[in-house]
């Protein structure tokens, strides 16, 4: 199970490296050179504007930079596109279903179902607990019981 694992961590870091880093870097490089030498190349007017690789490259950067930006910025802040991303992430991640190793794990799950019983218990001595709250807790003792032990609760991987 370690081999996979760890099979599995360099699959990732590969793929982060390489998509994140090299290939960007390959992919800007690479559009600069074909927009330059298979379109401005062939059309003069434009080639009396950027003669030279150089200040063409620059001059995309100084504008091709902010334009990413406020793509990205409006992607991430105006664009229901990022919202969609992030609920397919949260529905895809098991880890929004169950309690994450450690510190959640080992001491907060199982003070939190302390806390309910405890909580229950004062309530019942002093007459406090209707039914339905009765119910609601049970309910709550069940989900917690399941998290501490290292369970999932609710629907993981459910499609919309």
Do not use: C
């Not at 009396?48 to 902010?66: H, L, Q, R, Y």
């Not at 991430?76 to 919202?83: D, E, G, Q, T, V």
């Not at 004062?122 to 989900?143: C, F, M, P, Q, T």
């Amino acid at each position: 199970m370690a081999r996979m694992t760890f099979v599995a961590r360099i699959w990732y870091y590969f793929r982060m490296g390489y998509a994140t880093y090299l290939t960007f870097i390959m992919g800007y490089v690479t559009t600069l050179v074909t927009v330059y030498y298979l379109a401005i190349k062939d059309i003069p007017s434009l080639l009396n504007i950027f003669p030279k690789f150089i200040p063409f490259a620059v001059i995309s950067t100084a504008v091709g930079v902010p334009l990413a930006i406020g793509v990205g910025w409006f992607h991430l802040k105006r664009s229901p596109a990022y919202s969609s991303e992030m609920d397919i992430g949260v529905e895809s991640n098991p880890w929004y279903y169950k309690l994450p190793p450690g510190y959640w794990l080992e001491v907060w799950g199982p003070v939190n179902l302390e806390l309910l019983l405890q909580v229950k218990k004062l309530l019942k001595a002093n007459e406090l607990l209707s039914e339905e709250d009765r119910v609601r807790i049970e309910n709550l003792e069940k989900k917690l019981e399941i998290l501490s032990k290292g369970g999932y609760v609710g629907s993981p991987r459910r499609s919309l």
